[in-house]
Each structure stands twice: as C-alpha cells, then as structure tokens.
Nanobody, 116 residues
C-alpha cells in the first residue's frame, strides 16, 4: 500500500508565490520519479514538473522559469516552488510517484487559486 499526500495549496494573488509539498509512504522499494501535474476546470491534466531519481527534470512549457521542483530521495518527498503565479495557474495540483514498470501513485490533489 502506497500513500501520497500533498499539502501547501491555497489562495494567492497574481505575482505571488506558493510552495507545494508531497510525501509518499508505504511499500516503496524504489521510486523512479516524482512529479506534479495539474488540472483546471474543463481541461485535461497536464504535466507541471517531473524529477527523476537520476536528477533529470522536465517542466511544462507554461511554468518554465517560474516553478522549481526538488526532491528528497531519503524522505520520499517532493516540493514545488511556484513563483510569479498567474491566474492561469489556477488548478488542482496532483503529486505523482512513479515506481518500476511504469506504475504511478497519485495524491488526492491540492487546490491552487491565483486571483488577478
């Protein structure tokens, strides 16, 4: 059993910052990558940022230069520092944990709302 829990969402004004955190626990003998995805109302889920245990990062085009992902492999945690937030960043943000054989575990999501 694997549990993924996000925290840190909330309401912020445009131009502000928020930090999301995610912790994975349970039967995790190996994590290949941890990442963040988001889904806005009426839109498909999109990649925000993914970080592999080898240190490779992949950012969505819309967040490059504004968001920073970091991971603590020893604690199975991943964080997302979000700067210069825009109203279009408003979405539910989901943490994902990728283990061998392509399996992913998801958190329940945390709401981020950016007001203009």
């Amino acid at each position: 059993q694997v549990h993924v829990v996000e925290s840190g969402g909330g309401l912020v004004q445009a131009g502000g910052s928020l930090r999301l955190s995610c912790a994975a626990s349970g039967t995790l003998w190996r994590i290949n990558a941890m990442g963040w995805y988001r889904q806005a109302p009426g839109k498909q889920r999109e990649t925000v940022a993914v970080l592999t245990n080898g240190g490779t990062t992949n950012y969505g085009d819309s967040v490059k230069g504004r968001f920073i992902i970091s991971m603590d492999s020893a604690r199975n945690t991943v964080s997302l520092q979000m700067n210069s937030l825009k109203p279009e960043d408003t979405a539910v943000y989901y943490c994902s944990v990728e283990v061998p054989f392509g399996r992913k575990y998801w958190g329940q999501g945390t709401q981020v709302t950016v007001s203009s």
